[in-house]
């Protein structure tokens, strides 16, 4: 079956501008994370969902950062008001639920702010 | 929170050398897990240790689980080119969630 899939894969916008990013999970996967992956660097994490709900929002940097999760499938991270400091690959996975279970990345989407 | 220091950052080795990466935790572990990420693309699941003192092998690669279950290695025998990108490894947060923590991974460079 197809896997993670994420859009766009590249994104250039204007400093202050916002941008919406979209992940597609494999189906069936409850649990859906977002990360952000700097060039060079390991991965941070921003946010969890399971189902809708959004248990762990702690790695969220900003407020001008949010994500939203729809039936339990497609999510949206927005970012308000870009920023250089939030050029960086946004990367999404999903799994089964749990912490025993393998995580499934997306290509990612390449976010550059002029 | 839960941290795994993962060394070295980075190494570069000469293609039929072997390589080895560490993961380390100050908490015993449930479980953890090694990603690859080749360059510019996105981390792919390699392996899960779950049992202390567990040892895996995927081909070249030798997955070991401490006994203690606070540290783990992955070691690349015979290294080839193809075995470029970085290696992560990620054990659960401590957080209570369904959320791993990812260790800021080893560059692996392989020169012919």
């Known amino acids: 079956g197809a896997g993670v899939s994420q859009s766009p894969s590249n994104k250039v916008t204007e400093k202050g501008k916002d941008v919406e990013l979209r992940c597609d999970p494999i189906?069936?996967?409850?649990?859906l994370y977002w990360y952000r992956q700097s060039l060079g660097q390991g991965l941070e994490f921003l946010i969890y969902?399971?189902?809708?709900?959004?248990?762990?929002k702690s790695g969220l940097p900003s407020d001008r950062l949010s994500a939203g999760r729809t039936a339990g499938s497609v999510s949206t991270l927005t970012i308000q008001r870009t920023q250089q400091e939030d050029s960086a690959v946004y990367l999404c996975?999903?799994?089964?639920?749990?912490?025993?279970?393998?995580?499934?990345f997306g290509p990612g989407t390449r976010l550059t702010v002029t | 929170g839960q941290q795994v220091m993962q060394i070295p950052q980075y190494q570069h080795v000469q293609e039929g050398e072997d390589f080895t990466t560490y993961c380390n935790s100050s908490?015993?572990?449930?479980?953890i897990q090694w990603y690859k990420q080749r360059p510019g693309g996105h981390p792919v699941f390699l392996i899960q240790?779950?049992?202390?003192?567990e040892v895996k092998k995927q081909k070249r690669l030798t997955f070991q689980f401490g006994e203690a279950k606070k540290n783990s290695s992955l070691h690349i025998t015979a290294t080839q080119t193809t075995d470029v990108g970085t290696y992560f490894c990620?054990?659960?947060?401590?957080?209570?969630?369904?959320?791993?923590?990812f260790g800021k991974g080893t560059m692996l460079l392989v020169s012919p």
């Open positions: 990620a054990a659960p947060s401590s957080g209570g969630y369904s959320t791993l923590t």
């Open positions: 908490t015993t572990l449930s479980n």
């Open positions: 240790l779950v049992k202390s003192g």
């Open positions: 189906s069936g996967h409850t649990a």
């Open positions: 996975a999903s799994s089964l639920g749990g912490t025993a279970n393998e995580q499934y």
């Open positions: 969902f399971q189902g809708n709900s959004a248990p762990d």
